[in-house]
């Protein structure tokens, strides 16, 4: 059995249906984790999506930013900006279905693997959180998506603040910054406080923030994280990192990581993808 690690999908069907026959996938042999955005700037989101329910317990998808905007519109949260291409899923005679499907997904995976610990999430880990507390405040999110209360938190899941974590949060306040490290973060201070202007790359950090992976004495810093979100960061591979978004729906690449017996035997396959939308 072969574990792939896909990086954000954003409804490219036909670059992820080339990148999996470039990989020979076969959900009786293997399995595939995308890494989150599965949907939506690209142009065939409910494509992506049947596709990801028919390989049944094969396939995975940490839920992102996106996927979480897909059911936030789909439940009245939110309106559609202009650059969502989601209204396909919406329409489709098996749209409850798709959506049932994607609130059922995890917002961060684990696996303990001879070499280490392999961590996944679709965009970062703040720096107080271990591996444990990572999986165990995403459970919290988890539970509250899968149960009757899914549209009273999407109502409230919008939001930059608070914008740090910390312990005695309780409620939607809680949840928020959650989910925000989990599918929004890229830069933070090394105190773990969020910000969420900045979109360009590792470099162009504003004054007194830095990547999340790179703040100092991190709690996680003794697994691999493995993650995506972050195009202009594009595919990076180092012992405790594999950032796996490389801009598919730009133009870029669509990247899977084939992951070996220990974190760090990795093999880096792409297919080019042509561009959805530009840019900005």
Same mark, same amino acid.
């Given at each position: ?6 990086? !954000? ?42 596709? @990801? ?60 693997? !001879? ?41 409230? @899941? ?14 939607? @306040? ?25 979109? !360009? ?8 923030? @830095? ?70």
């Amino acid at each position: 059995m072969a574990l792939y690690l896909i990086g !954000d999908v954003q409804g490219c069907d036909e670059a992820l249906q080339r990148l999996l026959d470039e990989l020979a996938f076969s959900p009786s042999r293997d399995a595939l984790i995308v890494l989150g955005d599965l949907v939506n700037r690209g142009p065939a989101s409910a494509e992506v999506l049947r596709r @990801m329910q028919r390989y049944g317990a094969a396939a995975q998808s940490l839920l992102g930013n996106h996927d979480l905007h897909l059911l936030g519109i789909a439940h009245g949260a939110r309106k559609a900006g202009r650059k969502d291409t989601l209204q396909g899923v919406l329409d489709a005679p098996d749209s409850e279905a798709m959506l049932d499907w994607l609130r059922h997904q995890p917002m961060a995976l684990h696996r303990t693997l !001879d070499g280490g610990e392999l961590l996944m999430v679709h965009a970062g880990v703040l720096p107080q959180w271990g591996v444990a507390d990572t999986l165990s405040f995403a459970a919290e999110v988890e539970s509250v998506l899968r149960g009757p209360a899914l549209e009273d938190f999407l109502q409230t @899941m919008y939001g930059n603040e608070p914008a740090q974590w910390d312990d005695a949060l309780t409620g939607s @306040m809680r949840l928020r910054v959650i989910v925000n490290a989990l599918t929004r973060l890229r830069f933070c201070t090394a105190e773990g406080v969020m910000e969420f202007e900045s979109k !360009d790359g590792a470099g162009t950090a504003p004054n007194g923030f @830095m990547p999340w992976f790179d703040v100092p004495g991190r709690a996680s810093a003794a697994a691999t994280i493995a993650f995506g979100h972050w195009s202009t960061l594009g595919w990076v591979s180092r012992p405790d990192l594999i950032s796996t978004d490389t801009g598919c729906v730009w133009g870029g690449c669509l990247s899977a990581v084939r992951i070996g017996a220990t974190p760090q035997a990795r093999e880096l396959i792409q297919v080019k993808c042509p561009e959805a939308q530009k840019p900005g």
